[in-house]
């Protein structure tokens, strides 16, 4: 427990350290909701299919990059934190999850490749998961990713992005 919160406190204290919250505006407290997919439409015909792609899963924040959105079907902890700094916007957000800790890498990791990050660090510790990603300019973006079980089952999720300037 003391080694899951230590590593969850190192990342959360690199990912907002560069942030200066003294130009960000104050933002109201608001809770993130996480989109219902959408039903199948039936075909009205038997020789027409209609498909439904799911809808993309909602940023963590407001000015969020698309690799930093809520994973599908998760339970913010509460309004995320949000800062402007030199390296641009950032933010860190909890939720947890029924995905395993493994899921969620992976889905992070596909994210962040996808919008063109190279993965920097990686750490399995037990069955808690850390995955890192960043741009390639120093104060380009990055996401840092902490999943581990919570004693009730859930995966608990730690995100810390930053949009890069």
Same mark, same amino acid.
């Given at each position: 427990?003391?080694?899951?919160? +230590?590593?969850?406190? +190192? @990342?959360?204290?690199?990912?907002?350290?560069?942030?200066?919250?003294?130009?960000?505006?104050?933002?109201? =407290?608001?809770?993130?909701?996480? %989109? +219902?997919?959408?039903?199948?439409?039936?075909?009205?015909?038997?020789? @027409?299919?209609?498909?439904?792609?799911?809808?993309?899963?909602? %940023?963590?924040?407001?000015? $969020?990059? %698309?690799?930093?959105?809520?994973?599908?079907?998760?339970? @913010?902890? #509460?309004?995320?934190?949000?800062?402007?700094?030199?390296?641009?916007?950032?933010?860190? @957000?909890? *939720?947890?999850? &029924?995905?395993?800790? &493994?899921?969620?890498? $992976? *889905?992070?990791?596909?994210?962040?490749?996808?919008?063109?990050?190279?993965?920097?660090?990686?750490?399995?510790?037990?069955?808690?998961? $850390?995955?890192?990603?960043? #741009?390639?300019?120093? &104060?380009?973006? =990055?996401?840092?990713?902490?999943?581990?079980? =919570?004693?009730? #089952?859930?995966?608990?999720?730690?995100?810390?992005?930053? %949009? #890069?300037?």
């Amino acid at each position: 427990m003391m080694l899951r919160l +230590a590593a969850v406190s +190192a @990342v959360v204290l690199f990912s907002l350290a560069g942030c200066d919250r003294a130009d960000a505006p104050a933002r109201p =407290s608001a809770k993130v909701e996480t %989109a +219902a997919p959408e039903a199948p439409v039936p075909a009205a015909h038997t020789d @027409v299919v209609a498909t439904t792609e799911a809808p993309a899963p909602p %940023a963590a924040a407001d000015e $969020a990059p %698309a690799f930093a959105v809520l994973y599908p079907g998760a339970q @913010v902890d #509460g309004a995320p934190l949000t800062a402007n700094g030199a390296a641009g916007p950032g933010g860190l @957000v909890t *939720f947890t999850t &029924d995905a395993t800790p &493994d899921q969620v890498v $992976a *889905f992070y990791r596909q994210r962040a490749e996808a919008a063109g990050l190279k993965s920097v660090t990686g750490m399995n510790q037990g069955e808690a998961r $850390a995955y890192g990603a960043a #741009g390639a300019a120093a &104060d380009g973006p =990055s996401l840092q990713i902490v999943a581990a079980p =919570s004693p009730d #089952g859930a995966t608990s999720v730690h995100m810390n992005w930053s %949009a #890069g300037s």
